[in-house]
C-alpha cells in the first residue's frame, strides 16, 4: 500500500451525484470530502444511511476524505448550552459510532452558533469575478441587518454562492453568550465525545470561525486566533482532535503572519486533519475573498512549509470566486483553483 501523501480532494457539496464524483476524477482528484451530506436523519446519522450515500461514491471509484459538518441542530444546544444538551451529545456520539462503521475517517465541524457571515456579494473580484466581503462596520450597525448574508446550509439553495442567503439569521433562542460560556460549552462537547471518537477510529476536527470577530451580534466566538486554535486541540490529549484548518480564515485574523504561524506551529504536531486553502485580501474587520496567488500569503510559500513538515493531508480549495458563466457550485473558479494547488504540490513534491 504507496503511503499517504499531500493531495488535492473536491469538497463543499452535500451530495453524492455523478456530476461531483466525476469532476473530483476528471479534475484528477483521488478523493472527496461531503459537505453536511444529505443523509437522512433528523437528529442524528445511523450507520445504515451513511453506507448508503457513500455506496455509489465507492462505485466511482471515489475515495471518502472527510465529512464536513452535521446539520447545525444536530448540536445546536451544545454549542448554546441550552437544556437537552445531553441528548444531542449522545446523539452525537452515536453519529461519530456510525462515520466509523461506514469508514468515514474524518469529521470536521465548527462551533459557531451563527455560521459564517458576509456583509456584501458582487462582482468585486479579478476581472469582474463575483465575491464576498466582510465590512464589520455593517454588522455593528444594527439598522443594516438586512445586508447581511448567512451561510444557510439548512436553507440551500442551489442558485446561491456557497449556500450564502440574505438576512436569513439562525433563530438561537439565547441573545447573549460570553467567551467564557462558549469555551465551557466546547471544553464538554469534546470531553463528551473525545473517548467515542477513539473508539470508532474517527478524527474529529474545528474549522476556525469566520469571520474572526470576537461577538456577532451579542454571542462570543473563540476560534478566532491562532492562540485560541491551539487551546482548541489542548482540551483533551489525544490523536483524534484536529483542526480543520482553513487558511482563508486564519488569513482574515492577520493575514500571512497568521497563515504562516498555524502551518508551522500545527504541522510539526500533527495537528492538521485536512486544510482550506483560500485566501483574502485585508483582513479582519474589512476583507474580501480573492483568488490564490492575489491575497495576503504566498500559496507556494503555504505547500513548501506543509512539505516541510510532513504534511500528508488533504487539501481542498474551499470557496472560490465565481467566474462568468459559472455554475452556483462554482465549477469553474474550483477548477482553477484546484488546478493552481495541485500543480503547487507537484513543484514543491517532485511527484
Known amino acids: 500500500m504507496p503511503s499517504p501523501k499531500m493531495r488535492v480532494a473536491v469538497g463543499q457539496h452535500p451530495g453524492n451525484d455523478k456530476e461531483y464524483l466525476d469532476f473530483a476524477l476528471q479534475l484528477g482528484c483521488e478523493g472527496a470530502s461531503f459537505q453536511t451530506p444529505d443523509i437522512k436523519g433528523d437528529v442524528k446519522w445511523d450507520a445504515a444511511d451513511v453506507k448508503a450515500y457513500l455506496a455509489p461514491v465507492h462505485a466511482a471509484g471515489v475515495k471518502v476524505e472527510s465529512f464536513e459538518n452535521v446539520p447545525n441542530h444536530f448540536y445546536d444546544k451544545l454549542m448554546l448550552g441550552l437544556p437537552g444538551r445531553d441528548e444531542q451529545l449522545e446523539n452525537m456520539k452515536s453519529t461519530i459510532r456510525a462515520l466509523g462503521e461506514a469508514g468515514v475517517p474524518i469529521l470536521g465541524m465548527h462551533w459557531m452558533p451563527q455560521i459564517v457571515w458576509r456583509t456584501d456579494m458582487g462582482n468585486y473580484g479579478r476581472g469582474g469575478a463575483y465575491v464576498s466581503v466582510y465590512d464589520h462596520s455593517v454588522v455593528l450597525d444594527r439598522s443594516r441587518d438586512s ?68 461577538e456577532l451580534h451579542g454571542i462570543a466566538r473563540i476560534l478566532t486566533s491562532v492562540d485560541n486554535l491551539e487551546r482548541a ?79 500528508t493531508g488533504s487539501i481542498l480549495d474551499d470557496h472560490t470566486p465565481t467566474l462568468t458563466g459559472d455554475s452556483a457550485y462554482g465549477h469553474r473558479g474550483r477548477a482553477h483553483a484546484i488546478g493552481y494547488i495541485q500543480a503547487l504540490i507537484e513543484v514543491v513534491t517532485n511527484h
Open 233 to 311: 486541540v489542548n482540551i483533551v490529549d489525544s490523536p483524534n482532535l484536529k483542526l480543520e484548518l482553513c487558511l482563508g480564515t486564519v488569513s482574515e485574523m492577520d493575514g500571512e503572519n497568521s497563515v504562516m504561524d498555524a502551518v508551522n506551529r500545527f504541522a510539526p504536531k500533527n495537528k492538521i486533519a485536512y486544510i482550506h486553502l483560500r485566501d483574502v485580501e485585508g483582513k479582519f474587520p474589512l476583507f474580501k475573498e480573492c483568488f490564490l496567488g492575489e491575497g495576503n500569503y504566498k500559496p507556494y510559500e503555504v505547500i513548501k512549509a506543509l512539505h516541510k513538515h510532513g504534511y
Open 147 to 214: 445586508e447581511i448574508w448567512v451561510a444557510r446550509r439548512d436553507e440551500r439553495n442551489v442558485n446561491l454562492k456557497d449556500t450564502f442567503t440574505r438576512g436569513s439569521f439562525v433563530k438561537l433562542g439565547v441573545d447573549t453568550l460570553t467567551v467564557d460560556q462558549m469555551w465551557a460549552n466546547f471544553e464538554y462537547f469534546i470531553k463528551g465525545i473525545i473517548k467515542t471518537c477513539e473508539e470508532s477510529g474517527v478524527v474529529i476536527c474545528f474549522h476556525p470561525d469566520d469571520p474572526p470577530a470576537q
